[in-house]
């Protein structure tokens, strides 16, 4: 990167990639919200009528495989076609998927449209991330900071998309009686949506990455070489590159790969924990949370908030502290704090989040010793909204410590020719996390909600004092990355 766009600050190829990712998510998270409710609902409600223990199995297994399929993606875009042409494929492939999910409403639809979104997610995922790390030197201390604002547009479309997608599927599509009850949900309509999202930032992505990544994620090596700002000449530069990624491994690269995989094993504890918001605490607020709210200035009285508005929170979250964020890492202090400090503190404040859903427990089961007890399964009686939303707000500070920086530190870490595939294997690290809370989730209904989330709670937080004590010997294994 020149002195010049230093200066400047952060390259317009940031916010193209900020665009598509935006609307990828708006895709993702607009179907990952309805999904759980699409698998539990009767048949006349517009569901599936899945029992809700295979239905969390299920959705634990999807979005396990979600994060698996990036290995394979980002391996064939670092080894043979390149990150940009494996983003527009991993695009196309998704949106067909959630086509499928529109037009298909059987169960063959729904595994169907589930394999297409596993496959597309695999090609897109990794290579995005990757090619906004491509924008930065490694030493450029501005990198932390692109990925918070890259963060930040992840979270604007998962934000937008529930309360979009779940307008149509309990509002604009949905079928009530006289009194107003809903009697059949729209949710084929809310994939529609999710298909449009995807299209638009295909459409966003393949009109201007030319203009504004220039040759940047073309070709397989292309991540270093060819900048629009780095007009390098030709053939003889990639083939210098190239010569440069036949070279085996160093042995400071081999330690910055290893510390890569710690961090991945911690990562896998965290989203595990994390991940409940879509499985048990999406169950968990359908049924037992307060959802009705009354707000005469806006001539809401007595309206029933519906349950998918609420993975909207989190991401609402995220917009509103990203930017604070970018600012504190970039700052002096921020900069003094190294990576495991960071994602450390991040697995405490998930941990703290879990705290205030034994605060709901406990009010329904009528007080602290009814936590561990047996499940209070009268959806009669409900517990305050808040202790959901301070919820969110604790796991969306912990997910700012170390999801984004995460990203970043792996971009930092990785040799050129594995920026892709190691990519993917951090991004593995939700794969396994996945399959275990969808597995955690399953036992909610048999163990209670105060069992599961205090098991969670404890757990989470031990390890994020465990990863803070190996700050020291795995920033000496980082050899200078922070």
């Known amino acids: ?268 504890f965290f989203w595990a924990g994390f991940e409940q918001a879509g499985s048990s605490l999406t169950l968990y607020t359908d049924k037992f949370i307060d959802r009705t709210i009354s707000i005469s200035l806006f001539g809401l009285e007595n309206y029933e908030i519906p349950t998918s508005f609420f993975q909207s929170v989190n991401p609402l979250f995220i917009v509103l502290l990203a930017p604070l964020f970018s600012i504190f890492w970039a700052s002096k202090l921020g900069q003094k704090m190294s990576t495991p400090v960071k994602m450390g503190l991040g697995m405490i404040l998930l941990g703290i989040g879990f705290f205030f859903m034994l605060g709901a427990v406990a009010e329904r089961s009528g007080g602290v010793a009814g936590i561990m007890g047996a499940p209070n399964e009268d959806v009669a009686v409900k517990a305050g909204l808040m202790w959901l939303v301070m919820t969110y707000l604790l796991h969306t500070i912990g997910e700012l410590c170390l999801s984004p920086v995460g990203l970043s530190v792996v971009t930092k870490l990785s040799p050129p020719k594995l920026a892709s595939i190691l990519m993917a294997v951090w991004l593995a690290a939700a794969f396994i996390a996945n399959l275990l809370g969808g597995v955690l989730a399953t036992f909610v209904e048999s163990l209670g909600a105060g069992t599961i989330f205090t098991y969670i709670a404890g757990f989470v937080i031990l390890c994020g004092f465990g990863l803070i004590a190996l700050n020291k010997v795995l920033l000496r294994m980082m050899h200078g990355v922070k």
């Not at 895709?27 to 809700?52: C, H, N, W």
């Not at 309509?189 to 073309?218: E, R």
């Not at 070489?225 to 036949?246: A, I, N, Q, T, V």
């Open 1 to 268: 990167m020149s002195q010049v766009q230093a200066k400047k600050g952060h390259p317009a190829g940031l916010y193209l990639l900020f665009f598509t990712e935006m609307w990828e998510r708006f895709s993702y998270y607009g179907m990952r919200a309805i999904l759980v409710l699409y698998l539990t609902k009767k048949f006349v409600e517009g569901g599936l009528a899945i029992d809700p223990k295979v239905a969390t199995l299920t959705y634990g297994i999807f979005q396990g495989l979600v994060y698996f399929t990036p290995l394979i993606g980002g391996w064939l875009a670092d080894k043979f076609i390149g990150q940009r042409k494996a983003i527009t494929i991993g695009g196309i492939t998704m949106m067909l998927g959630q086509l499928t999910l529109f037009s298909i409403n059987t169960h063959f639809g729904l595994y169907l449209g589930l394999f297409l979104l596993i496959i597309g997610n695999g090609f897109f995922k990794p290579n995005i991330s990757t090619l906004v790390g491509g924008l930065y030197d490694n030493d450029d201390p501005k990198k932390d900071s692109a990925f918070s604002i890259f963060y930040m547009g992840i979270n604007l479309g998962a934000f937008l998309a529930p309360l979009v997608i779940g307008f149509l599927t309990d509002k604009a599509f949905a079928t009530t009686d006289e009194a107003g009850n809903i009697i059949t949900y729209g949710y084929k309509y809310g994939f529609l949506a999710a298909a449009i999202g995807m299209f638009l930032g295909q459409l966003l992505f393949n009109m201007l990455s030319q203009k504004y990544l220039g040759d940047l994620g073309k070709k397989p090596g292309s991540l270093t070489h060819s900048k629009p700002e780095d007009k390098l000449s030709g053939e003889k530069s990639f083939e210098e590159e190239f010569e440069k990624e036949d070279k085996p491994l160093t042995k400071d690269e081999k330690q910055q790969v290893t510390v890569i995989f710690v961090l991945f094993l911690f990562a896998v």
